[in-house]
């Protein structure tokens, strides 16, 4: 990052690295005490700080990783900042809360390595609540909602991504609209969203209705993550497979509207097979660009949309790690950079964490330094000998989630994100301890 000021650049690069070795505490914990606290806030207000300039470098770090496929994953989180009453220009982010829409776009890797930040936007409500009807609403251009965000990244995602690299977009529900898939079939790109509305085709059916009267092709084991929002734990399911192709109709409320008649998609349906007790069956209907030739195919896409989950780690550890919706500024202008360098931060932990799974044998020292690795194995260890040569990732997550409290029961998978940031936390404050002394 070049602001044109030393300065600046060296004040930056200490705020990000007290901010990775600190996660979970405030700008004011995060540092050496009130000055460095200061410093930050008189960055945040310098001239010569640019937004925009921030945002490109964060998102040319991450093209330079891309290669092959790489699955772009947009999503939409709330940064509920209601006890900030006076924070000037922060309006609502729902209804009843005071705060920023965060619309993030992260590069993964089909295998589930987080590469980094691609696009991140912000929005918050000057009104609590619109005054316009249902009907009303609904027959607005689509640069005047909410919801054209998810056109603006697809776009800013084309513009940007490297001549050889195939990207596949993947949304929720909340991507499932028909300009979305009008605009990615004008830009020529691929997506993975997952269908909430029946829509009806051009043989006078409901695509819901056609794709679960289709015979399954074979069966797949997914992992379900855990819904902490209605207590389920994580678990393995065995999921039927289906697809079929349709031509969805423009819906009639964008009949002015210059957009296609129709669009074609492939569905595929993910339903489980035998849920658990008092559960009702998991089922995914997911519309997407990419060819269905074989059931090869079709597993492809089911594997392309299970790392959609990524992304809602990213919230968490944003949240829960980096303390987003701690964040205290004079206004809202001043918070969005904020969290442009936490959602950094939050990437970084989590490409550490899956880097140590997916690709275990890769060497420790592409993202620590010598002093680090070396006193991340002796604090680990509890030895003052350190290793000659830099270990794996796998050893090196490992070591972290020991310090962040990892148990290594037999029963327990890898580290989680959670042992990963407290792990930094502890190497960190030891590396400042001991450099110098390795």
Not at 215 to 235: F, Y
Not at 249 to 255: G, H, T
Request: hydrophobic share 35%.
């Amino acid at each position: 990052m070049d602001f044109g000021d030393k300065r600046l650049n060296e004040r930056l690069r200490k705020v990000v690295e007290n901010g990775t070795g600190n996660a979970e505490k405030s700008i004011l914990g995060s540092g050496e005490g009130r000055s460095e606290a200061k410093a930050f806030y008189r960055l945040l207000g310098n001239e010569k700080f640019d937004m925009d300039e921030l945002q490109a470098t964060a998102t040319g770090s991450t093209l330079l990783r891309l290669s092959g496929t790489v699955l772009l994953i947009q999503d939409t989180s709330d940064i509920n900042l209601n006890g900030h009453k006076k924070t000037e220009g922060l309006g609502y982010c729902s209804e009843y809360v005071r705060g920023i829409k965060l619309h993030s776009c992260i590069a993964v890797s089909p295998e589930g390595v987080t590469f980094g930040l691609l696009s991140q936007s912000y929005e918050t409500r000057q009104e609590a609540k619109s005054s316009l009807t249902k009907a009303e609403r609904s027959v607005r251009p689509i640069e005047e909602k909410e919801s054209f965000r998810w056109i603006e990244t697809l776009r800013d995602a084309t513009s940007v991504v490297p001549d050889g690299v195939h990207f596949v977009t993947i949304c929720d529900r909340e991507g499932d609209f028909y300009e979305l898939y009008a605009e990615a079939k004008e830009l020529g790109t691929d997506f993975v969203i997952r269908v909430t509305h029946d829509r009806t085709s051009d043989t006078n059916e409901r695509i819901a209705g056609k794709i679960r009267k289709t015979g399954a092709v074979g069966n797949v084991t997914i992992n379900i993550p855990r819904d902490s929002r209605r207590g389920i734990p994580a678990r393995q399911a065995e999921m039927e497979v289906a697809y079929c192709r349709v031509n969805v109709l423009k819906p009639i409320n964008l009949a002015s509207e210059k957009l296609p008649p129709k669009v074609t998609l492939n569905l595929v349906r993910i339903t489980e097979i035998n849920p658990p007790n008092g559960q009702s069956p998991i089922e995914w209907i997911l519309a997407t660009s990419l060819p269905l030739n074989s059931d090869l195919d079709v597993m492809t896409i089911v594997q392309y949309y299970v790392q959609r989950w990524k992304i809602e780690r990213f919230h968490f550890v944003l949240k829960s790690g980096c303390n987003a919706e701690k964040i205290q500024q004079r206004t809202y202008e001043r918070i969005k950079p904020v969290l442009l360098i936490y959602s950094v931060i939050a990437l970084f932990i989590m490409t550490v964490t899956y880097m140590g799974r997916v690709l275990p044998d890769a060497p420790c020292n592409l993202f620590f330094d010598d002093d680090e690795w070396k006193i991340l194995y002796r604090v680990a260890h509890k030895t003052k000998i350190a290793p000659v040569k830099p270990y794996s990732m796998s050893d090196a997550v490992k070591y972290l989630g020991q310090l962040g409290g990892y148990k290594r029961a037999p029963s327990d998978g890898p580290p989680g994100l959670q042992c990963i940031w407290k792990g930094l936390f502890t190497l960190f404050i030891v590396v400042d301890a001991l450099v110098g002394q390795v």
